[in-house]
């Protein structure tokens, strides 16, 4: 279990993003996009943008459990495209590579596809060929879509 949060906002994310759009503008021709659901879809969205590909397929991939998904379960694709020449010419495009079973899973499926997430942890860094952050192992990170605003009252008033 996380020990410590880094909550990620929209802003540092699209920039996230486009650094990592950067990065892949120097891998070989990309034929589309596959973005790992739910995580990878926002992400990759941003990278299409970037590069200007319009074939964007999805993989849903399953592999936390429980009412705050922060524990790990066993992973599970429960939808999977059809990539000629398994997956060659792909960008695999995921929010984050943790333990790496999930990209370990996805790789299986399609070893030939390029893996690129923002963020990696130490466990499954070597999973991505690319990344823009690491990020410590036991550090919960928190994307945009996990979070809403909400009021906070001033310390005076909590102190009473």
Same mark, same amino acid.
């Given at each position: 279990?996380?020990?410590?949060?880094? %909550?990620?906002?929209? $802003?540092?994310? &699209?920039?996230?993003? /486009?650094?990592?759009?950067?990065?892949?503008?120097?891998?070989?021709?990309?034929?589309?996009?596959?973005?790992?659901?739910?995580?990878?879809?926002?992400?990759?969205?941003?990278?299409?943008?970037?590069?200007?590909? !319009?074939?964007?397929?999805?993989?849903?991939?399953? %592999?936390?459990?429980?009412? !705050?998904?922060?524990?790990?379960?066993?992973?599970?694709?429960?939808? &999977?495209?059809?990539?000629?020449?398994?997956?060659?010419?792909?960008?695999?495009?995921? $929010?984050?590579? $943790?333990?790496?079973?999930?990209?370990?899973?996805?790789?299986?499926?399609?070893?030939?596809?390029?893996?690129?997430?923002?963020?990696?942890?130490?466990?499954? /860094?070597?999973?991505?060929?690319?990344?823009? /952050? @690491?990020?410590? &192992?036991?550090?919960?990170?928190?994307?945009?879509?996990?979070?809403?605003?909400?009021?906070?009252?001033?310390?005076? @008033?909590?102190?009473?």
């Amino acid at each position: 279990m996380a020990t410590e949060y880094l %909550s990620i906002t929209w $802003d540092q994310l &699209q920039a996230d993003a /486009r650094r990592l759009a950067r990065a892949l503008m120097g891998a070989p021709p990309v034929k589309g996009i596959l973005a790992v659901a739910r995580g990878g879809l926002i992400p990759a969205a941003i990278i299409a943008r970037e590069l200007n590909i !319009r074939r964007v397929k999805t993989i849903a991939v399953e %592999s936390y459990e429980g009412p !705050r998904a922060e524990s790990r379960g066993v992973v599970r694709v429960l939808e &999977q495209p059809f990539l000629e020449e398994e997956g060659a010419g792909y960008l695999i495009i995921d $929010d984050l590579v $943790d333990t790496g079973e999930t990209a370990h899973v996805v790789r299986e499926l399609f070893p030939k596809a390029t893996f690129a997430c923002l963020y990696a942890k130490p466990l499954g /860094r070597s999973r991505a060929d690319y990344h823009v /952050r @690491e990020v410590g &192992q036991d550090i919960w990170v928190l994307f945009p879509w996990d979070m809403a605003p909400a009021f906070s009252p001033p310390l005076i @008033e909590t102190a009473k």
